[in-house]
Structures are given as structure tokens and as C-alpha cells.
T-cell receptor, first 117, second 116 residues
Framework: GAVVSQHPSRVICKSGTSVKIECRSL??????MFWYRQFPKQSLMLMAT?????????EQGVEKDKFLINHASLTLSTLTVTSAHPEDSSFYIC?????????????FGPGTRLTVL | AQSVAQPEDQVNVAEGNPLTVKCTYS??????LFWYVQYPNRGLQFLLK??????LVKGSYGFEAEFNKSQTSFHLKKPSALVSDSALYFC??????????????FGKGTKLSVIP
């Protein structure tokens, strides 16, 4: 299947700093990518849909100024957690569908563990 | 809005025994259903999907799922469980989110523990 990578896999930062997470589709182009957040022992919560060449679409309750998304190319989307605080500590996962039809499965990155001290 | 429910937080099964992880769905049209598996501190891996056709869908690692329209269920099964199958399993439904895009809505997940 298709491969999606994320970088970094783990990051620890001080409160107030900004952290950038990269998501890349390695062997296919993705006009759309999704960013999820997962709390321990919980399901994935969709944060936003990243669209190449246009603004991201954020889910209700997600602060767009807090979680900046940039879909710079057909293979790269970035999530920047600005002025991170301990409550932003979580597991962030990106995914990309290989195609836009309803029956295409989404391929997921390995996730990024963010710990804010 | 479409949704899926996984009624069991945890399923325990002995190695070699058959396993079932339950999922029911609620959709307004044709369901597009998926199963994913997540190992600790990892992303999700695709197992199988139902779009149309045969109700019994075969997927990766010996897993299969049975689509039952009358019971609105899509249970994940495997005839003989392995210890390495121990992981977190997510059922998901795909729905149209606008502007030509589809997004997945996940169940809460079921932790499968296979006991040696």
C-alpha cells in the first residue's frame, strides 16, 4: 500500500514554544490530507482537513490560530502547534487518501508524540 | 451524520481461538466501512473495507469482516487468533464532507488481547 511519513516521531518542548509536524505522502500525490489527535486509550478525533492550494477546513472546536496547517505541495502538509501548552500534549496522526473517491482507503502516518512541559 | 459504534472496550481471547470484534453502523445511504488496526505508539494500518458486493470481505493478516445490512453490523473476525494480533482495532465509516472530499469517522476502538 501507499506510504505516509511523519516527522518528528516524538518531540518534547517547553511551554510557549511552537512545534512543526510534517506529513508526507511518499509514493503518491495527495490533494487532501487529514490531521487527527488521539488521547490515551481514546479514538482518533479529526482536527482538520488540509487542502493543497487552499485553506484548511477545521472541525468545530479546533482553534485555527492555534493549530496552523499548510499544505505546501501535493506531497506535504504541515501542522504547527503555536505557543504550545501542556494541554496540547497528545499523539498527532496525519493521513492521506490515495484518491478522492469514497472507496479509497486512507493511509496513516506513524504519528507524532508531542509532550509539552 | 454517520457513525459507528464499537460496544466492547476490550476483548480477550485465547491464542488459537476464533475472535470477533464488533461494530455497528448508522448511515443515511450506502455504507462505506473500514477496519483499521493500531499497534502501540503507531499510526493506523488498513485491514479491510466494504464498499459493495460480497458480504464477506477478506483482508490483511487473515482477518475478515461480515457486512450484515439487516443488523447494520460489520464485525471483524479471524478464525484463529495469534498473540501478535493484540492491538487496538478501529471500525470506521466514510462520509462525504463536501468539496469533493470524504472523511473517516471512527468508532472508539476495541482493545484486543490474545492470551498465550
Amino acid at each position: 500500500g501507499a506510504v505516509v511519513s511523519q516527522h518528528p516521531s516524538r518531540v518534547i518542548c517547553k511551554s510557549g514554544t511552537s512545534v512543526k509536524i510534517e506529513c508526507r505522502s511518499l509514493d503518491f500525490q495527495a490533494t487532501t490530507m487529514f490531521w487527527y489527535r488521539q488521547f490515551p486509550k481514546q479514538s482518533l478525533m479529526l482536527m482538520a482537513t488540509s487542502n493543497e492550494g487552499s485553506k484548511a477546513t477545521y472541525e468545530q472546536g479546533v482553534e485555527k490560530d492555534k493549530f496552523l496547517i499548510n499544505h505546501a505541495s501535493l506531497t506535504l502538509s504541515t501542522l504547527t502547534v503555536t505557543s504550545a501548552h501542556p494541554e496540547d500534549s497528545s499523539f498527532y496522526i496525519c493521513s492521506a487518501p490515495q484518491g478522492l473517491t469514497s472507496y479509497n482507503e486512507q493511509f496513516f502516518g506513524p504519528g507524532t508524540r508531542l509532550t509539552v512541559l | 451524520a454517520q457513525s459507528v459504534a464499537q460496544p466492547e472496550d476490550q476483548v480477550n481471547v485465547a491464542e488459537g481461538n476464533p475472535l470477533t470484534v464488533k461494530c455497528t453502523y448508522s448511515v443515511s445511504g450506502n455504507p462505506y466501512l473500514f477496519w483499521y488496526v493500531q499497534y502501540p505508539n503507531r499510526g493506523l494500518q488498513f485491514l479491510l473495507k466494504y464498499i459493495t458486493g460480497d458480504n464477506l470481505v477478506k483482508g490483511s493478516y487473515g482477518f475478515e469482516a461480515e457486512f450484515n445490512k439487516s443488523q447494520t453490523s460489520f464485525h471483524l473476525k479471524k478464525p484463529s487468533a495469534l498473540v501478535s494480533d493484540s492491538a487496538l482495532y478501529f471500525c470506521a465509516v466514510k462520509e462525504y464532507s463536501g468539496a469533493g472530499s470524504y472523511q473517516l469517522t471512527f468508532g472508539k476502538g476495541t482493545k484486543l488481547s490474545v492470551i498465550p
